[in-house]
């Protein structure tokens, strides 16, 4: 009770030890010993110091993520776009697109017909994108063939809303081959 701060620093202390006694292992010993005294002497919540210690705010270890909280959106009950599809607009960019593309000085090969079709889907479903439409999704079909006197049929089925989903063709044709560009809007809820 009459031990002040500084008394209960000395008794805890551990006394330096000697370079001849580090040699021989003594000092050591008695290190424990003393340690081993001052860990008795100490109140129970400090030898607890693990279970007491906040681990709030350290960092987490090499290579584990952080989770992220996931977003809750309450449902809008809306069944109508903000954005609704403008089929017009659609129309022309698709036009625009193949003409440019599809021209009079457009040669038809077999494999780099089939790297510029790719690529211009991929311009007409990205220029749609832009206007940003809202809840829909876009299927751009490009077939381009070389005329040879044969006839081409083609079918699509779908399960749609035939008000709100619906699709867009055009086609260039020009003496030595044809173009046809079909994209199809489907409205996602």
Known sequence: MGDSPEERRSKDAVPEVSAKEAETG??????????AEGNQKRPASSQR?????????????MGAPAA???MRFMP???LESKNPLNKERVENIIKAVMNRHYNEE?????KHSLHMAAQVSEEIKNRIK???????RYI????????????????????????KDGFVTYSVERPSYFAVCTTFYLYYD
């Open 76 to 78: 809008t009950y809306r």
């Open 130 to 136: 832009l206007d940003n439409y809202d809840r829909y």
């Open 26 to 35: 003594k000092g050591k010993k008695e290190k424990k010993e003393k340690s």
């Open 68 to 70: 992220k909280p996931t």
């Open 49 to 61: 110091g693990s279970l007491t210690k906040s681990h709030i705010g350290v960092p987490l270890g």
């Open 106 to 110: 457009y040669m038809f090969h077999p």
């Open 140 to 163: 751009v079909l490009v077939t381009v063939g070389e005329f040879l006197m044969q006839g081409l049929y083609s079918m699509v089925n779908f399960l749609w809303d035939a008000e």
